[in-house]
């Protein structure tokens, strides 16, 4: 196995990805662990999500609430249910909220900059806004409002299978170059891919985390793909995607997914990386921890009432799908404390505008 001894080059991600003696995996835990706590320390940080609109104008092949997924019923939440949800964050102890929805035109600029200045006056928590692809007046509108971060994943850096999975979209550089102009109107700036969506081969998810280092992020979401029954994903797309990557598939579990958790750790050490939901998904009983304690700082406790959480289905058996924002957040404090981490109290802000990328750690 080509393991560079000087870097984290392709070859080297490559081989990581696809190491299976527990031994050696032991180390790379150990390394992601080690780059973690050296630059972004014990404290796991609390965000806050709201769902805030399951509105989609977007034909995302593996996604729930897109559409071409079987229909759900529809809804946005009005800014007095947003602020609710945004006070109980804060009554919490978070210092952000995270506020997501499909792509939702409903959700205009105009409207979204108000109720991101209603919170911001109420609460100066952090926001986050994770809402799809919008215009760089929208993007603008929303930052001058008071709107902190922007989470948008580019799904893959495979042009040919972005465009597969993502039809009539445009082209996958529109993802890349919003984030670019985010970056330069002053957002932290998030993306992220799924692990194991039919398609993605080796080679591609090793660029996809090369591809994190070089836009230098300062968040980073990775999660397993979970196949929606009915979507083009689930059905013939799907496998055809999978016969043509041949051998070369990568599987959508969790031990590839802490393996992409662990090296975007050490590709990225100042980034705030989440255990996300969709680990603890596919592995309830451990998914958040191991991703905690191989490399992710972050929990995105859900906060979205529960009457609209279950039709916010991204993907089926989301973990917490019925637990109350007050049980789902203690249990996740306690799983936190249990692992001698302490609470992040505070907004969190990206380490890396602190402290330059450095070289990651060697693999021999
Ligand atoms: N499985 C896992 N993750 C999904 N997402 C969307 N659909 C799925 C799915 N079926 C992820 C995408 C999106 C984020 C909000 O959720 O990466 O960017």
Redesign the pocket.
């Known amino acids: 196995m080509a393991k560079d001894p000087d870097s984290l080059a392709k070859d080297s991600v490559k081989a990581w990805l696809q190491e299976s003696d527990p031994r050696e995996l032991d180390r790379l835990w150990q390394q992601a662990n080690e780059a973690r706590r050296n630059n972004v320390g014990n404290e796991v940080w609390l965000r806050g999500l709201i769902e805030i609109s399951n509105h989609c104008v977007r034909s ?1 092949a ?3 609430i897109s559409q071409c997924a079987p229909a759900t019923k529809k809804y946005r939440m009005g800014l007095k249910a947003i602020l609710v949800a945004a006070k109980q964050a804060l009554d919490f102890g978070f210092g952000t909220i995270v506020l ?1 929805a499909g792509e939702d035109p409903g959700l205009t600029g105009p409207w979204m900059a108000e109720a991101v200045e209603s919170i911001k006056s109420k609460t100066n928590l952090a926001i986050t806004l ?1 809402l799809g692809e919008r215009s760089e007046t929208d993007l603008k509108l929303w930052r001058q409002a008071g709107a902190d971060r922007y ?3 580019f ?1 893959t850096s495979d042009i040919e299978l972005y465009r597969q999975i993502h039809p009539n979209l445009g082209r996958q550089s529109d993802r890349l170059a919003q984030l670019d102009s985010m970056r330069l109107m002053g957002y932290e700036i998030g993306t ?3 692990i194991g969506i039919p398609g993605q081969t080796w080679d591609s998810l090793a660029d996809d985390l090369l591809l994190f280092r070089q836009f230098d992020v300062d968040m980073i ?1 990775i ?6 029954s009915g ?1 083009p ?1 689930a059905g013939e797309l799907g496998s055809r995607l999978k016969s043509v990557s041949g051998g070369g598939q990568v599987p959508n579990d969790d031990l590839t997914t802490l393996k992409a958790i662990a090296l975007a750790r050490l590709l990225c050490p100042f980034a705030n990386i989440p255990a996300t939901t ?1 680990l603890a998904t596919i592995n309830p009983n451990d998914g958040r921890s191991l991703g905690l304690q191989r490399g992710a700082n972050v929990v995105m406790p859900n906060m979205t009432p529960l009457e609209y959480r279950v039709l916010y289905q ?2 089926p058996g989301k973990a917490g799908l019925h637990e109350t924002a007050d049980i789902s957040s203690k249990k996740i404090e306690g799983q936190i404390t249990s692992l001698g981490r302490t609470i992040g109290r505070g907004p969190g802000a990206s380490r890396r505008l602190l402290a330059p990328i450095q070289n990651p750690i060697a693999k021999s």
């Open positions: 995302c593996y996604c729930g997501q994770s989470l948008l994943r799904e992220g891919v799924m979401g999660g397993p793909y979970l196949e929606v979507t994903l969709a991204i993907y």
